[in-house]
């Protein structure tokens, strides 16, 4: 009898021991790491052609190396468009824990440096026009901004200017269509605007430019100095 009672108990205890063993990978509570190859953020050029991921890893303290994948719709940011994207790295253990990194990638124009709110003071022979003057940088061609009031036209909405390697900002001759408002019969008219010189300074930059009208019957050429001021 006493041999029978020790022979369960041995069993009792190994079956105990079964199940304590049993249960520690259910008790894994903790999730892979999963690990960024390159950097967490990276900013691209906009227009600077297809980027390739270059992935992650992860590893698990219960099941060691695993398997990072990403998010399929967000693994190739649209290097065409600005904008900051995200692409999500995640990795799930044996458990069912899952672990994830996220990398940042920024689209940028690279004229952004121009952008935002400008006092201009505008001298072409005669007159002086002081004005308030946005300036937003293209979202789909790289190194181009719009000016949202150019010459202080009404309706002059379209002008843009390109940022050139060595940093200045070029007004390639561009025409502007039925600009300008008053009685007069050459106040709305077609223009051609182009610019000749650019000159950063401390909180700005000073353009030179032609301002040509060319509707029939109101043709005229002047020159304008437009000094820009961060507001």
């Given at each position: 009898?006493?041999?029978?009672?020790?022979?369960?108990?041995?069993?009792?205890?190994?079956?105990?021991?079964?199940?304590?063993?049993?249960?520690?990978?259910?008790?894994?509570?903790?999730?892979?790491?999963?690990?960024?190859?390159?950097?967490?953020?990276?900013?691209?050029?906009?227009?600077?052609?297809?980027?390739?991921?270059?992935?992650?890893?992860?590893?698990?303290?219960?099941?060691?190396?695993?398997?990072?994948?990403?998010?399929?719709?967000?693994?190739?940011?649209?290097?065409?468009?600005?904008?900051?994207?995200?692409?999500?790295?995640?990795?799930?253990?044996?458990?069912?824990n899952v672990g994830s990194a996220i990398r940042t990638i920024r689209v940028k124009n690279d004229a952004e440096n121009f952008a935002g709110n400008y006092n201009v003071h505008d001298t072409v022979p005669?007159?002086?026009?002081?004005?308030?003057?946005?300036?937003?940088?293209?979202?789909?061609?790289?190194?181009?901004?719009?000016?949202?009031?150019?010459?202080?036209?009404?309706?002059?909405?379209?002008?843009?200017?390109?940022?050139?390697?060595?940093?200045?900002?070029?007004?390639?001759?561009?025409?502007?269509?039925?600009?300008?408002s008053g009685p007069n019969t050459c106040d709305i008219a077609s223009h051609q605007f182009s610019s000749t010189s650019f000159t950063a300074t401390s909180n700005g930059f000073v353009l030179d430019y032609?301002?040509?009208?060319?509707?029939?019957?109101?043709?005229?050429?002047?020159?304008?100095?437009?000094?820009?001021?961060?507001?």
């Open positions: 009898m006493k041999r029978n009672i020790k022979l369960l108990s041995l069993l009792v205890l190994g079956i105990g021991t079964i199940l304590t063993f049993t249960g520690c990978s259910k008790n894994d509570t903790t999730g892979p790491v999963v690990t960024i190859t390159g950097a967490t953020s990276i900013e691209l050029s906009l227009n600077s052609g297809t980027w390739t991921d270059l992935g992650a890893t992860a590893s698990d303290d219960e099941d060691g190396t695993l398997i990072a994948t990403s998010d399929a719709n967000s693994t190739n940011p649209n290097t065409n468009l600005v904008g900051t994207y995200t692409i999500t790295y995640s990795s799930t253990d044996a458990a069912g005669g007159a002086v026009f002081p004005y308030p003057q946005t300036i937003t940088v293209d979202n789909t061609t790289n190194n181009r901004v719009h000016f949202n009031r150019f010459g202080d036209y009404a309706n002059n909405t379209g002008i843009y200017a390109t940022k050139l390697g060595n940093g200045t900002l070029q007004i390639p001759s561009q025409p502007a269509v039925d600009i300008g032609i301002d040509q009208k060319t509707s029939s019957g109101c043709t005229a050429t002047t020159t304008g100095t437009a000094t820009y001021t961060r507001q």
